[in-house]
């Protein structure tokens, strides 16, 4: 990170803790990822994004920021990117998913909320994550209690708007959405200095839409053969945690090109694990970069993740905004409520839609087994889990809860704990 430093001066960061976190971080990824075997080749790119995190990629977002193009750090994917792309700028994740930051953060904030708020505010605090840094503001949501309180005292540190996301989906609650949508828009338009085109709207929807498809792509590729799984549970998180950093056009073209190579694989019987390896969806909280400890455990306990039913993971990519017939700008904005209306996150009541699709997609991928994973005081999932679980019972589908947060203590126990579970499928 010494070529940026630079940028990191610019950007009123922290150094010197900046670098301890890098350190811990590169370490990390070459102890989880890089002794993997037998990994496709074009993993390669995504290794290189994930070196190059606060590297080259914020040095290509600085350009945006020279040229005074919208930059947004947001913590849900309700957020719509399309309408930052749209304007040219760059829309990007910040949860948190380290152990590094949380300390800082618990001077301000309770000890039993969620690691992914106590994370992100923390990388706040400490001025390490540059994206934060970089960003013109932080668009917060109202999904849970921990997150939405958060958000007032994260706007004392940072400009931080808040989307106001329902919590049931009646046409009521639609009609305060869409406002929301506009409301959103509007604040990137302040920036721009300029009303969104149609054009310049249904452009930045087709460039997502392109980001999903690829992400689609991969997610039937690495599922869709009882007997051979071309890429690693861990490899897939990767690729999908990157979505939420990298530039979306080079990103689609990099997955497709890895696509391309599962295919190859899968043709010539080229799979990561012996065939009768269990396979396992995780199910639940979101895992941000580097929470790679569940994937790292089962994967290391002699299982394999063939899939995420989780914001980084399929519940981000399932749907495309249909863009058939649109004429207006107003049609878009429909369009995008719709397809955002249909993200079964365990902040609404009723959810159930989510519990047939679990059931669905199990069958589909003929899973062996679910782990449903809840981050440590998520109260949504964390009850969720309830029916969620007395289903897949009824269902005969095996499952096993596990509840964690990003601390090593719990790793062994976990371990324990999935060994068993695999035996017993
Ligand atoms: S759409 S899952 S990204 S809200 S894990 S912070 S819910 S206490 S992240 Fe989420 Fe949007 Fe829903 Fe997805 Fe709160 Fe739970 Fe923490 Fe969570």
Redesign the pocket.
Known sequence: SEKYVDIYKKLDMDIEKHSELMSALFQLFSDVFLTQKNRPENIKYFDWLMSEIHGKRIEELMEFKDKNKPLVGT????IPEEIVVASGGACYGL?GGAQFSIPDAERDLPRN??P??KSAYGFKVQRTCPYTQISNFIYG?T??E??KKTWEILNDLHPTHVMHIPHMKGKREKDLWREEIYEFKNHIEEIVGKELTFEELKKGVEIINKKREALQRLDYLRSTKPDIVPISGLDSLLVTQISFYDDPERFSDKVFELCDELEERIDKGISVCESDTPRIMVIG??MAPPNWKLHQVVETTGGIVINEEA?IGH?YFKDNIDLDGVESVEDIIERMLERYMK?D???FTPNDERIDKIIKMYREKKADGIIYYT?S?????NVESKKVIDRLKEEKIPVLKIESDYSAEDVGQIKTRVEAFLESI
Do not use: D, G, S, V
């Open positions: 913590f849900c994917i309700f949860c909320i969620c992914l708020i949501e999904t849970c921990a997150k909280t979101p914001c519940r993200i996150c365990a902040c981050l005081f998520c109260h949504t999932y």
